[in-house]
């Protein structure tokens, strides 16, 4: 298991993502499922008419940051997009394994599936700090 993955696993499917609409930063929390062969790209739902959607539909960058854990690891970066996947729901479902994220989201097949993908994130910690990159 690599660093990055360690982290997703501290994250325990949750992650903060800003917005932006008209220079208006907007942040939510959100529920996310990496995808076990690239763990840089990770999906999430959304109701189809959520303010969300409408500015991810403008714009598609993004940034993000995960809870920190007692040790304060979080994985961020501002070198994301989120966009609509090009995936259904029953092709990326497994991946949910979160009974929160199942309770919060009952019918996630009726919900817009998006798609987040790193090109680099910082894995910060209280003992310190590392940058990793992805192809």
Do not use: C
């Not at 854990?69 to 259904?88: D, F, L, Y």
């Not at 919900?111 to 910060?124: G, I, N, P, Y």
Request: aromatic fraction near 10%; charged fraction near 20%; hydrophobic fraction near 40%.
């Amino acid at each position: 298991m690599t660093l990055f993955e360690e982290y997703i696993q501290a994250a325990r499917g949750l992650i903060f993502v800003a917005t932006a609409k008209d220079d208006q930063p907007s942040l939510r929390i959100m529920g996310f499922a990496a995808d076990p062969d690239r763990p840089n790209v990770w999906y999430l739902v959304s109701q189809p008419d959520t303010a969300k959607i409408a500015d991810l539909d403008q714009n598609a960058k993004v940034a993000i940051m995960t809870p920190l854990n007692e040790n304060g690891a979080r994985i961020e970066s501002n070198q994301v997009t989120m966009v609509r996947s090009k995936k259904t729901w029953q092709d990326v479902q497994s991946y949910f394994t979160n009974p929160v994220f199942l309770k919060n989201h009952p019918h996630p097949e009726e919900e817009v599936l998006l798609e987040l993908t790193f090109r680099s994130a910082r894995l910060a910690a209280y003992a310190g700090t590392e940058v990793v990159t992805f192809a």
